[in-house]
């Protein structure tokens, strides 16, 4: 390293944090300014009438990820969260009637065996290719591949739901449950590639696992880390633009009119928003919505009274025919028949309810800047939850919900798109914004950016990021 520097962190996501951890362990002097009270980004917390809710990511995967970077700071995953492994991980649900049950030790469905090993595959070649460094376009990726086949064996060309057609033929609810992979980025399993088959192995093969306190645990151990290391987090600290000449960074100004000055600024904000009002930039701007956004969301945090018989930690429910509920996301309507997701993480921890209650997060997709009727579709849910048997309605205790209007207000992405940018395409990973922006000095980390969102990925983006810019100092 060429001598220490003072870098600015614009965010207190999962990111940016990561970031701000690796470079202050370096030795430079690294402030990170949040704008909200608590950092955290979308790893966030609602609590109500005795009643918690994790908010935005809702389970743990790839946990060596995290243990790595952990490592890095002189402690370790174990030493600072209480890990638990589900098992089962999931159970799914069909209007047929039809229930699986996704066990650690995987499941007898035909062809379940064959999807997952190939998924395998695809994630050994993406981990020291996709995930290895920054990506600038194709060459980025097949100048680490090993071998011709590494392309073909990341399987770029099928879409997901190609993919699973392939692997479960004439089983439609179980080519439904391998596409449901495409929502993890916030994608479309009729455009996403089936590259995305690899998340059914790292679930397999990695678990799924829950942080007891739930998922703001995971926040706190990433705050208590950083601050031990030595990273500055002001909170309720906005940056209100991005200080630069016509090629180097200088700085940020904040909303109170400070100034601070920093040789490196690492941006963990949406590409939209840092380009858009930070550093206003035409030419960056338009390259950034080359990228699809992913869907958004509407939220449901529903204090239930009572306990639900035959009820996991994490359950779907799956609509009718994915295939209409897609072709009602892409035309910007919402589905009348949505997939419904659930997380009561009171089954695993007690302390996420009060006694004999349970805590419900239900999630259904929604098209990214879609208007939402809070009582109406709060209403729909749970009468299509109704439907599949489960009926909370006259159990509630209380009610929260979050609209693509909320998610915009709160974390300034577009149209309140969860996961940044989608896969959607077989350009998308070659589109999404780079990790080194705009002017020398800035970098890109968090969902929008390179490799892309999820609590694993994002982490990821940090220490791709801090390689690119130890070298760029060097």
Request: charged fraction near 25%; charge should be neutral.
């Amino acid at each position: 390293m060429a001598g220490a520097r003072s870098i600015v962190v614009v965010g207190g996501g999962v990111g940016g944090l990561a970031a701000a951890i690796r470079l202050r362990v370096r030795g430079h002097d690294v402030t990170v300014h949040e704008r909200h009270d608590v950092p955290g980004g979308k790893l966030s917390v609602l609590k109500r009438d005795g009643f918690s809710f994790d908010v935005g990511p809702s389970l743990v995967t790839l946990p060596h990820v995290y243990d790595e970077l952990f490592r890095v700071a002189g402690t370790s995953l174990a030493d600072e969260v209480d890990l638990v492994r589900l098992d089962p991980q999931f159970r799914y649900r069909w209007p047929s009637g039809r229930t699986l049950d996704v066990a650690d030790a995987g499941c007898d469905v035909p062809g379940w065996a064959d999807f997952v090993a190939r998924g395998r595959t695809i994630w050994e070649v993406s981990e020291r290719t996709f995930f290895a460094g920054p990506m600038s376009g194709p060459w980025s990726l097949t100048r680490r591949m090993r071998r011709p086949r590494d392309l073909l064996d990341i399987d770029p060309l099928r879409t997901l739901h190609e993919a699973a057609e392939a692997a479960f033929g004439d089983d439609r609810e179980m080519a439904q449950w391998a596409g449901r992979y495409a929502t993890y980025s916030g994608s479309s399993p009729y455009r996403a590639p089936a590259t995305l088959a690899c998340i059914a192995h790292v679930e397999h093969e990695y678990g799924c696992w829950y942080p007891m306190g739930g998922l703001g645990a995971l926040r706190d151990a990433f705050v208590r880390v950083a601050e031990r290391v030595g990273v500055r987090i002001e909170c309720a600290s906005e940056v209100r633009s991005v200080i630069a000449t016509a090629d180097a960074v200088r700085g940020v100004q904040l909303a109170d009119g400070r100034i601070e000055h920093a040789d490196v600024v690492v941006a963990n904000a949406d590409a939209t928003h840092l380009y858009r009002d930070l550093l206003p930039d035409a030419g960056a701007l338009r390259a950034v919505r080359r990228a699809t956004p992913s869907t958004s969301g509407f939220v449901i945090c529903a204090g239930v009274r009572g306990r639900t018989p035959d009820i996991t930690h994490h359950g779907i429910w799956f609509s009718r025919s994915y295939r209409r509920e897609y072709d009602d996301l892409d035309a910007g309507r919402l589905p009348d028949d949505p997939t419904i997701y659930a997380c009561v993480s009171s089954v695993t921890d007690a302390s996420q309810a009060p006694a004999g209650d349970e805590n419900w997060f239900l999630l259904v997709n929604v098209p990214s800047g879609a208007a939402i009727d809070r009582d109406a579709a709060t209403n729909h849910v749970l009468g299509r939850l109704a439907d599949h048997g489960v009926d909370l309605r006259g159990r509630l205790a209380c009610t929260e919900t979050i609209t693509p209007a909320d998610l915009e207000r709160r974390f300034r992405s577009p149209g309140g798109s969860i996961y940044g940018t989608s896969s959607d395409g077989r350009r998308a990973a070659f589109v999404r914004p780079r990790n080194r922006g705009a002017r020398r000095g800035l970098y890109l980390v968090g969902g929008s950016s390179h490799p892309g969102g999820g609590l694993p990925l994002v982490t990821l983006g940090a220490r791709i990021v801090d390689e690119m810019i130890d070298r760029d100092l060097r």
